[in-house]
C-alpha cells in the first residue's frame, strides 16, 4: 500500500506569509507525529495525535505553530507569519498504533524556504 | 525531559572497515531505543531497535548495544558498504503510559568510501 504522503515536498515563501503543511498517513495507522529536521540538528519533535487528539504539543515551537488532525487521517500543521528560522525539513510520521514501539514511517517531508 | 546526545557528528570509513555510533541517553526511565538510517534525499526508516531487557541484538551486519547503568548505547556496522553511507539517527522513549515520543539525536554521517 501507499505510504505516508506529505505536500508540498517543497515550498518557499516569504517572511511574515501563512503556510500550510499536510500529511495523509498510511491507512489504518491511529498515530501521527511531526518533526522538523534542521541542519545539524537531528529530528525535533513537534507534536503527537492519536486519533484526531493532540495529547502532546510540547514541541511546538511557539503559539504561531498550530496542528489538527481530521477524521483520524489527514493532518494539517499550519505557520502562521513564518520567519525565517522556521526554515526546515518538515516531517510527518505515523505508526500502527499509538504505542512507543510500534515502528513510525516517514514521509518524503516538506522542505521550506523562509525568504 | 529525555535528551539524546549522539557521537560522532561525521564518520568516514573504508568500506570493509567497522562503524560505531554511540548515543548517550538522560532518563534512565528510557526503554525503547531505535536506530534509523536516512540516506540522501530519502526518508529515515528502521532499521534494528533495542529494548532494556536485553544488552545486545544482532541483524545480518548490524548490532546495538545498551548499558543501562552507563546509560550509553551504540551501533555497530561491520563489513561496511558503499550502501551503509548514510545518516543515522539514535533515539529514545520510555514505552507505557502516555508517552508516544521518540527523542532522537542530531545524527551522524557516515561515509564508506569504496
Known amino acids: 500500500g501507499a505510504g505516508v504522503s506529505q505536500s508540498p515536498s517543497n515550498k518557499v515563501t516569504e517572511k511574515g506569509k501563512d503556510v500550510e503543511l499536510r500529511c495523509d498517513p498510511i491507512?489504518?495507522?491511529?498515530?501521527l507525529y511531526w518533526y522538523r529536521q534542521s541542519l545539524g540538528q537531528g529530528l525535533e519533535f513537534l507534536i503527537y495525535?492519536?486519533?484526531?487528539?493532540?495529547?502532546?504539543k510540547s514541541g511546538l515551537p511557539s503559539d504561531r505553530f498550530s496542528a489538527e488532525r481530521t477524521g483520524g487521517s489527514v493532518s494539517t500543521l499550519t505557520i502562521q507569519r513564518t520567519q525565517q528560522e522556521d526554515s526546515a525539513v518538515y516531517l510527518c510520521?505515523?505508526?500502527?498504533?499509538?504505542?512507543?514501539?510500534?515502528?513510525?514511517?516517514f514521509g518524503n517531508g516538506t522542505r521550506l524556504t523562509v525568504t | 525531559g529525555e535528551n539524546v546526545e549522539q557521537h560522532p557528528s561525521t564518520l568516514s570509513v573504508q568500506e570493509g572497515d567497522s562503524a560505531v555510533i554511540k548515543c548517550t541517553y538522560s532518563?534512565?526511565?528510557?526503554?525503547?531505543f531505535p536506530w534509523y538510517k536516512q540516506e540522501l534525499g530519502k526518508r529515515p526508516q528502521l532499521i534494528i531497535d533495542?529494548?532494556?531487557?536485553?544488552g545486545e541484538k544482532k541483524d545480518q551486519r548490524i548490532a546495538v548495544t545498551l548499558n543501562k547503568t552507563a546509560k550509553h548505547f551504540s551501533l555497530h556496522i561491520t563489513e561496511t558498504q558503499p550502501e551503509d553511507s548514510a545518516v543515522y539517527f539514535c533515539?529514545?522513549?520510555?514505552?507505557?503510559?502516555?508517552?508516544?515520543?521518540?527523542?532522537f539525536g542530531k545524527g551522524t554521517l557516515l561515509t564508506v568510501n569504496p
Open positions: 510520521a505515523s505508526s500502527l498504533v499509538p504505542r512507543v514501539g510500534s515502528p513510525l514511517h
Open positions: 491507512s489504518g495507522h491511529t498515530a
Open positions: 495525535f492519536q486519533g484526531n487528539s493532540a495529547p502532546d
Open positions: 532518563d534512565s526511565a528510557s526503554n525503547y
Open positions: 533495542i529494548r532494556s531487557n536485553v
Open positions: 533515539a529514545a522513549s520510555i514505552t507505557g503510559g502516555s508517552n508516544y515520543k521518540l527523542t
